[in-house]
């Protein structure tokens, strides 16, 4: 159920409730008993359709974070300087060929985009 559909039973609900109190002044119980009955209905559905509101926010909520740390994985890394859209990855890792021992590696970076390939000489912490 939409949040239209809720805002309805809401107002009906209302309605009914209203209506209890006009019945409360001249007392009907038979009215009443079918009041209340509706009452009770209309909770219920008010209920479960917040329930499935509920279950639709956190599926929402989940799908944001997951489009959130995809964005934040596209806009990591160095923008390319050819095509200036896509970004740089790391795509190979090697020992530097003169630094290796003291951990420093020799890597390929690749853009995202254009498939632009350019080597880093990475030293570590
Ligand atoms: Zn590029």
């Given at each position: 159920?939409?949040?239209?559909?809720?805002?309805?039973?809401?107002?009906?609900?209302?309605?009914?409730?209203?209506?209890l109190?006009?019945?409360?002044?001249?007392?009907?119980?038979?009215?009443?008993?079918?009041q209340?009955?509706?009452?009770?209905?209309?909770?219920?559905?008010?209920?479960?359709?917040?329930?499935?509101?509920?279950?639709?926010?956190?599926?929402?909520?989940?799908?944001?974070?997951?489009?959130?740390?995809?964005?934040?994985?596209?806009?990591?890394?160095?923008?390319?300087?050819?095509?200036?859209?896509?970004?740089?990855?790391?795509?190979?890792?090697?020992?530097?060929?003169?630094?290796?021992?003291?951990?420093?590696?020799?890597?390929?970076?690749?853009?995202?985009?254009?498939?632009?390939?350019?080597?880093?000489?990475?030293?570590?912490?």
């Amino acid at each position: 159920m939409d949040f239209v559909g809720i805002m309805t039973i809401a107002g009906q609900t209302l309605g009914i409730i209203k209506d209890l109190r006009d019945v409360e002044r001249d007392f009907d119980a038979a009215s009443y008993k079918s009041q209340m009955t509706e009452l009770y209905n209309n909770v219920s559905e008010l209920r479960m359709a917040l329930t499935d509101a509920r279950e639709e926010l956190h599926a929402k909520g989940r799908e944001i974070e997951e489009l959130k740390s995809r964005i934040a994985s596209m806009q990591s890394g160095e923008q390319c300087a050819i095509c200036e859209e896509g970004r740089l990855k790391v795509t190979a890792s090697v020992a530097h060929p003169h630094f290796g021992m003291l951990g420093h590696q020799l890597r390929t970076v690749t853009c995202t985009n254009c498939g632009h390939k350019e080597e880093r000489h990475y030293r570590p912490e």
